[in-house]
């Protein structure tokens, strides 16, 4: 008789959305930034630069009212107008937990008739993957992971300015090391705020 060892569930929050995504996009190729400011701009959720110096920005919505809401945004009404900040994003995504995008009929997926036409979506979900241990133990693991299921459609096809990859790059250095030596209390390290 085979043992059955499982691990935690997957607990979705923005950052194991933002790891989900990350892993689907492969962040070999891409440099990803979670929650980071541009050029002044609002907040991104997940900030992508493509190897093409193209930015993608993802926003995560957890339930329908909170993404409905999330049109009436300025950027959104601008994007439409074709005003595209040097900043604005050639590729933005919505990703939403698979509940939000049921299964249709047809076996699609349903999206809001609201969703903006350049808006791709990336479903957010669990995998669960089971192994056989040498043993005999099952091994259940629960795993982020992220689906494109609409393809964002460009918004533009302007690289973003090197002084904003600079900032990016820069941004991400700066977190790296105030967590690296967050809990050494051999070292002091002081950083400026961001």
């Not at 250095?173 to 400026?192: C, E, F, M, Q, V």
């Amino acid at each position: 008789m085979s043992k059955l060892a499982k691990s935690k569930p997957v607990t979705w929050n923005a950052r194991s959305v933002q790891y989900a995504i990350a892993l689907q996009l492969d962040f070999f190729k891409h440099c990803m930034v979670p929650n980071i400011h541009l050029g002044g701009n609002d907040e991104m959720d997940l900030a992508i630069l493509s190897p093409t110096k193209l930015l993608w920005e993802v926003e995560i919505k957890i339930s329908r009212d909170d993404w409905k809401r999330d049109l009436d945004k300025s950027k959104h009404i601008d994007w439409q107008n074709k005003k595209f900040a040097s900043t604005s994003p050639a590729r933005f995504y919505y990703a939403v937990p698979w509940k939000l995008v049921p299964e249709s009929d047809t076996g699609g997926r349903m999206l809001p008739e609201w969703l903006p036409k350049h808006a791709g979506v990336i479903a957010i979900g669990n995998t669960r993957d089971t192994k056989s241990q040498p043993d005999g133990t099952q091994v259940i693991t629960d795993k982020p992971s992220a689906t494109i299921i609409k393809t964002a459609k460009p918004l533009h096809r302007n690289q973003l300015p090197q002084k904003y990859i600079d900032e990016m790059y820069r941004k991400l250095s700066i977190r790296y090391w105030k967590a690296a030596y967050k809990n050494d209390p051999g070292s002091t390290i002081i950083l400026p705020e961001q």
